[in-house]
Nanobody, 121 residues
Framework: QVQLVESGGGLVQAGGSLRLSCLAS????????MAWYRQAPGQQRELVAA???????NYVDSVKGRFTISRDNGKNTVALQMNRLKPEDTAVYYCKAVERAVISGREYDYWGPGTQVTVSS
């Protein structure tokens, strides 16, 4: 079973920065995609940023130019650097890993328990 553990959340003032980290229990190169999602109270979980095994990245429009996703394969970690934070970035941030079975092509999603990010105005 895969375990993902997020860290780095906290309380920050608007305009500040936080760096989230996701530590996987096994080699992250076994996953096709690593991603960060967030969920604010009363809202659906949304994709924030994703990075493929080939280091292709994509971001939700609202964070482009402010957030950067990166991976350290040697440490089995994926980071989300968040700059110029806004109150609307307040949410629980979740790490997700996607594994694709070689033969069947079926995809399996693994989630971390989440870390709270609160941005005060």
């Amino acid at each position: 079973q895969v375990q993902l553990v997020e860290s780095g959340g906290g309380l920050v003032q608007a305009g500040g920065s936080l760096r989230l980290s996701c530590l996987a229990s096994r080699n992250i190169l076994t996953f096709t995609t690593m991603a960060w999602y967030r969920q604010a109270p009363g809202q659906q979980r949304e994709l924030v940023a994703a990075i493929s095994r080939g280091d292709i990245t994509n971001y939700v429009d609202s964070v482009k130019g402010r957030f950067t996703i990166s991976r350290d394969n040697g440490k089995n970690t994926v980071a989300l650097q968040m700059n110029r934070l806004k109150p609307e970035d307040t949410a629980v941030y979740y790490c997700k890993a996607v594994e694709r079975a070689v033969i069947s092509g079926r995809e399996y999603d693994y989630w971390g328990p989440g870390t709270q990010v609160t941005v005060s105005s």
